[in-house]
């Protein structure tokens, strides 16, 4: 048997139809048959079909691996570690349930991480070409340079992935998973441990839609916990209040503002995410910030503007019947 280079982790809870359509494609690759790689699977007390589902797999194939929680952790952090440790793979990817690689990306990524295999950086993943980065691979030689180019997509799970030996020997390797925030705080303490990272700039998986996502205070895990880990990061000169300042209001503007408008005041039912008080969880980190009240107050006049444009359509239909 080939050395298995990948281990493919993946957590998953109540989604057996989704996960059924991510192993088939998983299971349907050259490299998954060479056996370069194992799937490990951590099912988090599902109440579903799931674990009729997997042991499908499992009876087809030796290369994965299902385990199942006696209870459910809880929250969906406490189950990512579980899925890692199933790991025996040189390298652990984790994988969201809902994500499949496109035909042969698993075989480009296994090339990429073979590439890598001598020095062991932080690899990470972010599925898409970062703000104004063109390059297939971009390469970061420090803890700032990888805020700077990576940001808020370290806090992917998708985006995550760590060498096996770097997996077992961190120290209080699970200390932010009641925060939520169990994968950035992995990325962060690799790269201000290596000095190195590689960012794998491309697309390699495609998300199926879910029902719902959620589960969780939203703008506490990012507007606050996000944030507040890389205070350690600006306690030791790793990280320039410059270079944080740049990242809190990218976060902001990019990302946090446009899930403000989806659960406050557009209020998607699809996402059950928690946001109670959520302009108040905001402000804790960004009440000396003008772009943060200028955001807010751009988002509910925009909003306004809507209705009155919707109402004053709906009577001019009105008058022409």
Not at 37 to 62: F, G, P, Q, R, W
Not at 142 to 148: A, C, D, G, H, T
Not at 228 to 238: C, F, G, I, K, R
């Amino acid at each position: 048997m080939p050395e298995k280079i990948l281990s493919v982790c993946i957590p998953t809870y109540n989604r057996a139809d989704i996960l059924d359509k991510t192993l088939s494609g998983l299971v349907s690759e050259p490299s998954f048959q060479s056996g370069k790689i194992e799937i490990c699977i951590s099912d988090n007390a599902s109440t579903d079909n799931t674990e009729t589902i997997v042991k499908n797999y499992t009876k087809k194939y030796s290369n994965i691996i299902y385990s199942r929680n006696t209870e459910n952790t809880g929250i969906a952090d406490g189950n990512f570690p579980k899925a890692a440790a199933l790991g025996t793979g040189s390298f652990i990817k984790l994988l969201n349930d809902y994500a499949y690689f496109i035909p042969e990306e698993l075989d480009k990524m296994i090339g990429f991480i073979e590439g890598n295999m001598k020095d062991k950086p932080l690899l990470l993943f972010p599925n898409k070409n970062l703000i104004d980065r063109n390059d297939e691979i971009i390469y970061c030689d420090s803890l700032e340079m990888f805020v700077q180019i990576a940001s808020y997509w370290s806090t992917w799970l998708l985006a995550t992935g760590i060498w096996r030996e770097d997996f077992i020997s961190m120290p209080d390797r699970d200390r932010n998973i009641e925060k939520l925030t169990w994968t950035p705080d992995l990325n962060l303490r690799t790269i201000s441990s290596k000095k190195r990272a590689v960012i794998y700039n491309r697309q390699f998986c495609k998300l199926q839609p879910l029902k719902s996502k959620g589960g969780y205070n939203f703008f506490q895990v990012f507007g606050v916990n996000y944030l507040s880990l890389y205070d350690e990061y600006l306690a030791t000169n790793q990280l320039s209040q410059q270079v944080y300042n740049v990242e809190k209001y990218r976060l902001f503007r990019y990302y946090l503002l446009g899930w403000y408008k989806q659960l406050v005041i557009s209020k998607n039912d699809i996402f059950q995410f928690e946001k109670q008080k959520a302009f108040q969880t905001l402000l804790k980190n960004y009440r000396f910030k003008p772009y943060f009240y200028t955001g807010i107050i751009s988002l509910y006049l925009r909003r306004f503007l809507k209705l009155i444009i919707a109402g004053d359509l709906f009577r001019k239909s009105r008058l022409k019947i």
